[in-house]
């Protein structure tokens, strides 16, 4: 019920930086959580930043002083300014939204990734 695109992924040198976007379409609450998550290969995947409908923002520990998530409620668009790259940066980055369906369960959705590579 949810469709989400992501963009902005690509080719950046080390030490620049990138702004990721995700939009989603469908049935969209209006209290929702949407993110970034990110998996290289032969790696977990892992919390780049989560942010709220409210605007509570969570970071994870390798990208925290250089990313900043963002969100427009309108568009229901999320945003990842990424800055400082670093070539541990390369991964698959995934957009990811959940609502909640009742008092304790949420569903989730993913996007299908865009690539971001930083090279040395």
């Known amino acids: 019920q949810v469709q989400l695109v992501e963009s902005g992924g690509g080719l950046v040198q080390a030490g620049g930086s990138l702004r990721l976007s995700c939009a989603a379409s469908g049935t969209i609450f209006s209290i929702n959580v949407m993110g970034w998550y990110r998996q290289a290969p032969g790696k977990q995947r892992e919390l780049v930043a989560a942010?709220?409908?409210?605007?509570?923002?969570n970071y994870g520990d390798s990208v925290k002083g250089r990313c900043t998530i963002s969100r427009d409620n309108a568009k229901n668009t999320v945003y990842l300014q990424m800055n400082s790259l670093k070539p541990e940066d390369t991964a698959v980055y995934y957009c990811?939204?959940?609502?909640?369906?009742?008092?304790?369960?949420?569903?989730?959705?993913w996007g299908q990734g865009t690539q971001v590579t930083v090279s040395s």
């Open positions: 942010i709220t409908s409210g605007g509570s923002t």
């Open positions: 990811n939204v959940r609502r909640p369906i009742t008092m304790a369960t949420m569903d989730g959705y």
